[in-house]
């Protein structure tokens, strides 16, 4: 067994508790004591700590697309030509080098659960590896190299479009038909810290015949049900025009609605979406920093939240790894755009980033500090330039809005320290890492070899 003493702590209400002592056995937090003294002995966590922070929508590869695609102009589809080209290079071995390396560097940002959304399955030209599910693997690899857990979201993509085939790099992405993904998919295997959950990777990608096939798959194993929604205004008309529905409609029509459901980004969505979103009890995933580098717009996260949607947080394409930044973003884009302020509170939007992602991937155990969930701890200093100032009083308003990645010190998941003094205990020199990583991956993209 483990104590550890925290400083200051959030236990998911709207005020943070004081000296609170964590006992933890086999991962599991088994006893918690506010208002107690540091006994010695202990492990002591000076500043505010959380449960571990869950991004619940990850594209791992998109991370050495960092500052290459920002200062350009054009919309999404423009930025999506260069995410091809980086997809096209990768293989199994670079994958893992690049994943493992940016979930390193999720960690160090306070990240224990990630919720990765894959689609690069197969090899050039769509030929599977010998083991089909080698990219995945990696992913899953990826992770308990890096400390964290994960829920591999494999998503079916079988279409450059409504009606059009598959073409280019695209080719990599599919399994033929809703079957024949679902027979990959079959062949995964959770483990101690990665869990399953399925996609329907958007409504122009997946034909309205083959989203079955998926439904029952993750129906069939009660496992998380994922998809791209609305997030630009061109699928929603190219969905009316095809099927006379909405993305939104269209996918409760194929039963894909529900409560293991999450949809991501839901930016353009109409009255009746919402309404529908919010009364299947459908989760909605925000990725505010990659919806506006990409001008894809500002989703109605609190008219969703009233509705009855639970929100969460992705980081999405890495344009930055801080989910306090995506947790501000949601508040600040609103109030951009309506000119009012105070959409969502605080400790609401903590509970995005914490239990409202981990539930969303399917681990109800995380994302909160209670007896019987995992320990998983976050500790954040208050010593920093950013934080400096900070009381028991304002500590969760200076989280959300002027807290950063940086100030986070120590990462405890279940009960095994992965980040110490600002320091990741496993992958040692992340920046290293990643700038070989990506450096090895542009390589690839230049000369045209394989991995």
């Known amino acids: 067994m483990t104590t ?104 160090l940002a306070g990240i224990t659960t990630v919720g990765e959304f894959h689609y690069l399955h197969h090899g050039p030209g769509g030929t599977p590896y010998a083991d089909p599910n080698a990219m995945g693997q990696a992913l899953v690899q990826a992770a ?4 964290i857990r994960i829920t ?32 990959r998919a079959s062949a995964l295997a959770p483990g101690p810290r990665a869990r399953l959950g399925a996609a329907i990777h958007s409504v122009r990608a997946v034909p309205e015949a083959d989203m079955a096939a998926v439904v029952a798959w993750a129906s069939a194993r009660g496992a998380p049900l994922h998809f791209h929604l609305s997030e630009q205004e061109a699928e929603n008309r190219d969905c009316l025009a095809v099927t006379g529905l909405t993305p939104a409609r269209l996918l409760d029509r194929a039963g894909a609605l529900g409560p293991r459901s999450t949809a991501v980004h839901a930016t353009h969505l109409g009255a009746r979406d919402v309404a529908l979103l919010g009364g299947s009890g459908t989760g909605v995933c925000l990725c505010p920093t990659t919806e506006r580098d990409l001008a894809d717009g500002i989703g109605p996260g609190s008219a969703l ?14 344009a930055v790894t801080d989910l306090f930044e995506e947790a501000r973003a949601v508040e600040l884009d609103e109030r951009l755009l ?43 200093s208050l010593d920093t330039p950013r934080l400096a100032g900070t009381t028991a009083g304002t500590v969760l308003a200076a989280l959300v809005f002027s807290a950063s990645a940086s100030d986070v010190t120590d990462v405890v998941v279940g009960g095994r320290r992965v980040v110490q003094g600002g320091r990741h205990l496993l992958v040692g020199d992340v920046p290293t890492a990643l700038g070989k990583a990506i450096g090895r991956l542009r390589g690839l993209a230049g000369d045209g070899a394989r991995t």
């Open 338 to 380: 309506t000119g009012k302020r105070g959409h969502h509170r605080p400790a609401e939007l903590l509970r995005a980033a914490t239990v409202g992602g981990a539930r969303s991937l399917g681990w109800p155990e995380a994302g909160r500090l209670a007896v019987g969930g995992v320990a998983d701890l976050v500790t954040v």
């Open 4 to 107: 550890y003493w925290c400083e200051l702590a959030w236990l998911g209400g709207d005020e943070v508790a004081e000296g609170v002592l964590v006992e933890e056995a086999d991962g599991v937090i088994g006893a918690l004591r506010p208002g107690a003294a540091c006994p010695p002995g202990v492990v002591r966590l000076a500043g505010v700590t959380l449960p571990g922070l869950a991004n619940a929508h990850c594209h791992a590869f998109h991370r050495a697309l960092r500052g290459r695609t920002q200062g350009g102009a054009g919309d999404f589809w423009a930025w999506r030509e260069q995410m091809y080209a980086a997809a096209q290079a990768l293989g199994p071995d670079s994958y893992l080098d690049l994943a493992r390396a940016t979930y390193a560097e999720m960690a």
């Open 144 to 147: 308990e190299d890096a400390g």
């Open 305 to 318: 939240a009233r509705a009855g949607s639970p929100l969460s947080l992705g980081s999405d394409s890495q």
């Open 152 to 183: 591999l979201i494999d998503t079916c993509y079988l279409s450059g479009g409504f009606g059009r085939p598959l073409s280019g790099v695209q080719l990599r992405f599919g399994d033929g038909d809703g079957d024949g993904w679902a027979k």
